[in-house]
């Protein structure tokens, strides 16, 4: 897919419809009608986008049931020009800030419950979840690429080489510092200019790099993930080993649990005491948003209004969409959206380095672009031309199923290994030999070993590192 471009300075602004009564939350004697519940269905199966869930509802509901969400300009001048028809590209965002989407310090009391440190200042503005959902407009699966958010690259408009997750902070950091002499001194103005500036950047940052247009996209900050998973009553989670973490606050035993909002955010974030570190975290990601999605589509929450209208509230306080994203008409032309078929993949970094006294991902570009593209293609990463594996229906994550089938053989071959070990160490016991003279010998039995246990999880529930 040719990339479409155009390099504007700088962003629009926050466009916020005035509260009303329209946004009370539905009383509970009534009910979501057919329809609306068919849409948010729809949205929810995404997966992958499932910071778009309670946006699409909330979308679709605004303008006579609960008011309106955050909407952003930061696509204009990046070349996002979806057809009618056409395939649909949607960069989703997760950011790793301490404050609101106003600018405002979130409360103590909340950022003790995130383990994300005791200011509002720590943790700048990096995007730590960035990933591509590609919708087909021929309605076969939909492709969740994930960029890893360490990856060393030539940013956008000058910003210089450094990890893809600081496009964001670094471009709202100049923004602002360019605005403030000239003129906007007011602190929300300052914050939405340069957060509009961040997003741009973020975005264009993405498009070079996988040679992609993005038609759409959602933000949803770090206190989203804590509130999207207390709004769904905890979300299921699988583990193959049990895990500890100070950092993040995981500590979570091995097998199948369902985790609040605390600790839906630690399981997301956690990457140190993980094999494979932040590829890892993002198997994590991927896990959570896969898990969350076949939760909302197996147990009825579309038929719940107390959970639809806390994820309505979650959508309003926690995220931004782009000002052209008609929701509505997406749902419509996505049948891969609507039936949950979302494959996730993570993009192939060549391996690490350290560059300004920080660890980074070192990639090959024109390796991560050809990938991304015969993804997005339907074809296989790594044989171009071949077609990807046939995936069940609802979401999948191949690089983890292998990854468990990997570790599951090294797993039996130390077992055998251990069991033939155990099987030639001798055990003295008495024999009786001959009627006559019966004395003691040594006689080899073999030792049963230890079976080591096996993790199970229900379907829909990926089991992950």
Request: charged share 20%; glycine share 10%; with cysteine.
């Amino acid at each position: 897919m040719d990339r479409r471009s155009g390099h504007p300075q700088g962003g629009g602004t926050v466009i916020r419809p005035p509260r009303t009564s329209a946004n009370r939350p539905l009383p509970t004697r009534h009910r979501l009608t057919r329809r609306a519940r068919y849409i948010g269905r729809a949205l929810f199966g995404t997966a992958s986008a499932l910071v778009l869930v309670a946006a699409g509802v909330g979308w679709y509901l605004h303008s006579s049931v609960l008011g309106g969400l955050a909407t952003s300009h930061a696509l204009v001048g990046l070349g996002s020009a979806a057809g009618p028809g056409g395939d649909v590209n949607i960069l989703l965002m997760g950011l790793d800030s301490r404050r609101d989407n106003e600018g405002g310090d979130l409360p103590a009391a909340t950022l003790a419950q995130l383990h994300a440190g005791s200011s509002s200042d720590v943790g700048g503005y990096n995007t730590n979840t960035l990933i591509l959902l590609h919708v087909p407009a021929d309605g076969s699966r939909a492709v969740a690429l994930s960029v890893p958010r360490d990856d060393y690259v030539d940013l956008p408009e000058d910003l210089g080489a450094h990890k893809i997750k600081e496009a964001y902070g670094r471009a709202k950091a100049n923004a602002e510092t360019v605005a403030h002499p000239a003129g906007t001194t007011d602190r929300a103005a300052l914050e939405q200019l340069g957060r509009e500036a961040g997003r741009h950047a973020a975005i264009d940052a993405v498009q070079q790099l996988l040679g992609v247009t993005v038609d759409h996209f959602a933000e949803i900050n770090l206190a989203g993930f804590y509130d999207l998973a207390n709004a769904l009553g905890g979300v299921q989670v699988c583990l193959r080993a049990p895990v500890r973490d100070q950092y993040s606050g995981a500590d979570f035993p091995a097998g199948v649990q369902t985790l609040d909002g605390a600790q839906a955010l630690a399981f997301v974030r956690q990457r140190h005491g993980l094999t494979n570190g932040d590829l890892d975290r993002t198997h994590r990601q991927q896990a959570f948003l896969a898990s969350a999605m076949h939760q909302l589509r197996a147990a009825g929450v579309m038929d719940d209004l107390a959970k639809v209208g806390a994820l309505l509230d979650v959508a309003r306080k926690d995220i931004v969409v782009d000002s052209g994203f008609d929701l509505l008409s997406f749902t419509h032309r996505a049948s891969a959206v609507t039936s949950g078929n979302v494959t996730f993949y993570t993009l192939p970094i060549k391996g690490y380095a350290t560059e300004g006294g920080e660890s980074v991902n070192l990639i090959d570009p024109a390796q991560v672009r050809a990938t991304a593209q015969r993804l997005l293609a339907g074809q296989s990463p790594d044989v171009p031309g071949a077609s990807a594996s046939a995936a069940p229906s609802g979401p999948a994550i191949p690089q983890v199923v292998a990854e468990g089938a990997a570790q599951a053989s090294v797993q039996q071959s130390a077992q055998k290994a251990s069991a033939q070990k155990a099987s030639t160490q001798p055990t003295r016991r008495e024999v009786r030999v001959g009627e006559k003279y019966p004395h003691t010998v040594t006689e080899t039995v073999a030792a049963p070993s230890a079976a080591q246990p096996t993790v199970t999880a229900p379907p829909g529930v990926p089991c992950v590192n």
